[in-house]
């Protein structure tokens, strides 16, 4: 059964930096892409990064340079640094391992002086 599960999210000042971690169960994670979304109020879900199995990264340019996204495979994890946060990146993070289908249960970040 494939589990994600997502940590490392909260409240944070402009500027400011997190880390998000999600855990990974249930299937080889070394083998495949994982990414993260996020979803704010009202809004679609909308990718934030991925990073392949062999190691290559994708950003949109509303996050690129900001974020960045590395993975553990002898932890089955990945993260997502991110760096000078800004209001509008306040949502719902999730990870997503699309060769499953699967999400996790969402980690909120507020951005917010």
């Known amino acids: 059964q494939v589990q994600l599960v997502e940590s490392g999210g909260g409240l944070v000042q402009p500027g400011g930096s997190l880390r998000l971690s999600c855990a990974a169960s249930g299937f080889t994670f070394s083998s495949y892409t994982m990414g993260w979304y996020r979803q704010a109020p009202g809004k679609q879900r909308d990718l934030v990064a991925h990073i392949t199995s062999g190691g290559s990264t994708n950003y949109p340019d509303s996050v690129k340079g900001r974020f960045t996204i590395s993975r553990d495979n002898a932890k089955k994890t990945v993260y997502l640094q991110m760096n000078n946060l800004k209001p509008e990146d306040t949502a719902v993070y999730y990870c997503?391992?699309?060769?499953?289908?699967?999400w996790g249960q969402g980690t909120q970040v507020t951005v917010s002086s």
């Open positions: 997503y391992a699309p060769r499953y289908g699967a």
